[in-house]
């Protein structure tokens, strides 16, 4: 016999498949619910037998109040019929709903059939947001990807897809909202986003993926359970933009200017030299001395001589996808909880690096007592308290990477000519968030009138109270404006206050040599480093260990304490390239990936 457990919205049902003969299986099990009985024969009825005769019969044990099942199939025998059998003996289902901002959700998820000639599986589940969108300029979409464990939940592995491309055979949009899927080149995961033009919220049943089990080294004789994980992410497009935000005479503080004046540069696909920011903060002497070079689609001139030394900095120009939100505390806690213990360990943040405390701090409600699973009383919310190491933990788990300097102004800016002392939303007018309406449970709002930002250090009335940061997205109405909803041009939200981001630097040799490399969904397993990620060209890495450390990295767009508007001005580089590895309840992100 082999066990297959399926995680339903009902409760958890044993199943147990073995085959009695060369034409036969026999399915026997538990079940918490006539639903989860007739869910099974469902799910087997959708197999390629040719004849299947079900013959069951229900005993209820009032004592435990379950309904035990006996299921027998008889089957016609054809080519490939074996390999059905094994399928069935393999797999699990699992069905783990994950809501994250703006109602995200993955539901009903199934493992739905399987090849074991071919080594692959059907992933199947449903699929919704809200407020999404398409048109003629960008376009907003979820990066799905799968973990799967074969040892009960203990330790979790990164999936690997069948095939790259859009649209790739054995994949299948699903009903609904008509939209494509855009299998990444590593296959590490996929974009589901819009076909055409539109907008409002996207909901698609049996959307389809396939998963290449064999690649990953598994067996048709294994106990899988697997966890579908999305994350909303907006796509900017390939185009020309500013960096800096200078007149000619004034210019937010350390911004990047041309030369010795105090102009913004235009990033384009022809080379620009003497690249430099006024000296002061912690960038470096060439940066701050003869500059540097960008190139829009060659890369970065590290030492302003005319030749390109890293054509792979990521320096936004190219297209690539950028995270709507911050991370919330549900993705957070969603990432944390598949850690191994001595990972999760390692990644604590309510540790005494970081809140020092399980209650709630400064609005931060992630708790952990050292065993078992973390939790969070509100999913929505920004995530403080995340160091660059962090920040670059949950980016490889996802299999994404972390957002350059230069993306971050792109994101906000898009193409249009700067502002002096802009914000993200492209003007210089700010109000502070002081009020709450509604329970913060996802749904609640900001009552204060004209509000587009989290800063001030406010005590909020209303709601949780407290001071710290708010929900994702809070400011952003069906009706706002992109002043009003305090958002980037291309709809990435909260990339002023809330919480300060950490971002790949230009201003110095360590961010410099950032490639632009996507996590590969795995963390490092070596003793005493667990947990950390392993890309050899994030800022912080040492061989061996991962990325232990933040030079090369630094923090954008100011936070929820930030008392002085400076801070929250989107070229404004005090904190840039400031070497801070540690975790301040200020303190979150977002991660990227290059688009293909």
Known sequence: MTKMWQEMGNGITLFQIGRCDKHNILVSGEAHSMTTVKYLIKIIAKSSFSRIIINYNFQLTMIIN?????????????????KTVFAVVFFLFCLTPHSYANDLRIENVVIDSTDS??????????????NSWRNMTNWDAAWIFVKYSTDAGLTWSHATLKTSGTNPSGFDSGDGTKTDIIVSSDKKGCFVQRSFVG???VAISELRLLWDWGTDGLKAQDSVRIKVFGVEMVYIPEKSFYIGDGNNTTESQYAFHAGATNAAVQITNALVGNIRVDAGASDDAQITGSGIGIDGDGGVDTNNDGNIDNANFPVGYEAFYAMKYEITEGQWVDFFNTLNQNQRDVRDITSSSGKNSDAVVDRNTVGWGGLGDASTQRTDRACGYLSWMDLCAYADWAALRPLTELEFEKAARGSNTPNLNEYAWGSDSVVAARAISGSEDGTETISTSGANCCYDNVAFSGGDGGNGPVRAGIFATEISTREDAGAGYYGVMELSGNLSERCVTLGNSAGRKFAGSNGDGALNLQSGFEGNATNSDWPGYVESQGVVGAAGSGLKGGNWQDTDVAGLQLSYRGKASQNDDSRQSGFGGRCARTAQ
């Open 66 to 82: 379950m309904l035990y099942i006996t299921i027998k199939y008889n089957f016609n025998v054809f080519d490939g019929f074996k």
């Open 199 to 201: 907008s409002g919220k």
């Open 117 to 130: 000639e071919q080594k692959v599986a059907d992933i199947v589940f449903d699929l919704s947001w809200e």
